[in-house]
């Protein structure tokens, strides 16, 4: 059971070249969703989505575009990138329709933008 | 959602129980209360929650004063895999699942040998 799987682990853009980051659950959750973490901070939701054709805004979501086509999955973009960028990007999902539904979060991408 | 406060960091020696507090002193009679934490620069991993009553799984003992207004979680005998950052959470229990959760920044629990 692979869970949450998030790929690149690593990636180095420069400023103003634009990317995707991958988010795949194999748990058939409704519920997805974004955080970044910066150095010494806690995690700061992006956007999230309650199901295929549905997103959201959260807590910091300028500079990203979200989809969500299908169930499984959750990319992330990055249309121009910003050295404010530079963090750690960690995707997150859970079942809704419980009213304490655990998140379950992927190993994280590390971006850097120089 | 209620705003929580943590230590920044806390010390336990290895074997010993580690009681992390928190205090949501703002919470309201449905919000939940959750610990996650985050070990190194992995992604959080979820611990346990409770509303009222203390609860207690596998892994740690939530215990919630009975004004709701503190809680502490307790691991029994802390080992140096249990060194890594602790999130103390609240939010609301808007019945339909459709919440988010907001991480702090938590406690630093450091077990030492």
């Known amino acids: 059971n692979a869970g949450v799987t998030q790929t690149p682990k690593f990636q180095v853009l420069k400023t103003g070249q634009s990317m995707t980051l991958q988010c795949a659950q194999d748990?058939?959750?409704?519920?997805m969703s974004w955080y970044r973490q910066d150095p010494g901070m806690g995690l700061r939701l992006i956007h999230y989505s309650v199901g295929a054709g549905i997103t959201d805004q959260g807590e910091v979501p300028n500079g990203y575009n979200v989809s969500r086509s299908t169930t499984e999955d959750f990319p992330l973009r990055l249309l121009s990138a910003a050295p404010s960028q530079t963090s750690v990007y960690f995707c997150?999902?859970?079942?809704?329709?419980?009213?304490?539904?655990?998140?379950?979060f992927g190993e994280g991408s590390r971006l850097t933008v120089l | 959602d209620a705003k929580t406060t943590q230590p920044t960091s806390m010390d336990c020696a290895e074997g010993r129980a580690a009681n992390l507090p928190c205090n949501h002193s703002?919470?309201?009679?449905?919000?939940?209360v959750y610990w996650y934490r985050q070990i190194h620069s992995q992604g959080p991993q979820y611990i346990i929650h409770?509303?009222?009553n203390n609860e207690t799984n596998e892994m740690a003992s939530l215990i919630i004063t009975e004004d709701r207004k503190s809680s502490t979680l307790i691991l029994p005998h802390a080992t140096l895999r249990d060194t890594a950052v602790y999130y103390c959470?609240?939010?609301?229990?808007?019945?339909?699942?459709?919440?988010?959760?907001?991480f702090g920044k938590g406690t630093k629990l450091s077990v030492i040998p």
């Open positions: 409770g509303l009222k």
């Open positions: 997150a999902s859970r079942r809704m329709g419980q009213a304490t539904g655990e998140l379950f």
């Open positions: 703002t919470i309201s009679g449905n919000e939940y």
């Open positions: 959470i609240v939010r609301v229990n808007s019945g339909a699942g459709s919440y988010q959760l907001t």
């Open positions: 748990m058939n959750h409704e519920y």
